[in-house]
């Protein structure tokens, strides 16, 4: 009897320490992804001259939108939620208002996660489109309600901008998601 409780004893320990081992090679996996949203945020509200402000890429929702898609799990709904509330605050904007729109933006992107890998990379870009019109909507939506009327350019100059950052963020994101795999 003794002999089976101390193989047992090393089983567990085996265990134990492989499963520490993975879960510290997970924690390692965080600082890259949490530092790539940080970056967009910075991106979001760094100076720009006036002519190039109403195309500014809508960087945390792209960000946002291929960390949903490749880890639905880890960053979804509740990350989005916290980033729009830092945006909102951020731009001095209406709190709440990029909160909604991104939590709504990644629901979407959440859903569909399965079907939007699949795509190739010209469909992909297209959905990408339709992802930030929807948030860029909703920005609209609520901006009407507020009573807040900006030009058509402030709503659609960053979707157009967005769609044409996307493949090269997107190639960017997998090359840090692949190092911080590593």
Not at 26 to 44: D, E, K, N, Q, T
Not at 147 to 165: D, K, L, M, R
């Amino acid at each position: 009897m003794q002999p089976l409780s101390l193989m047992g004893k090393l089983l567990m320990r085996k265990l134990l320490l492989r499963n520490l081992r993975m879960s510290n090679d997970r924690a390692m996996r965080h600082p890259p992804i949490i530092f790539s949203i940080i970056f967009a945020l910075m991106l979001s509200i760094t100076p720009m001259p006036d002519w190039a402000e109403a195309y500014r890429p809508d960087w945390v929702a792209l960000t946002l939108i291929y960390w949903s898609m490749s880890l639905p799990r880890t960053y979804s709904i509740g990350g989005a939620w916290v980033a729009g509330l830092i945006l909102d605050v951020a731009q001095g904007t209406l709190l709440g208002q990029h909160a909604l729109a991104l939590c709504l933006t990644i629901y979407v992107s959440v859903k569909f996660h399965l079907q939007l890998r699949q795509f190739p990379p010209l469909q992909l870009t297209a959905t990408i489109f339709a992802m930030l019109a929807l948030y860029q909507f909703i920005l609209f939506w609520v901006n009407g309600i507020v009573g807040i009327n900006p030009p058509a350019v402030v709503y659609w100059g960053p979707v157009i901008s967005g769609t044409v950052v996307w493949p090269v963020l997107s190639l960017i994101l997998s090359g840090l998601r692949e190092r911080a795999r590593a």
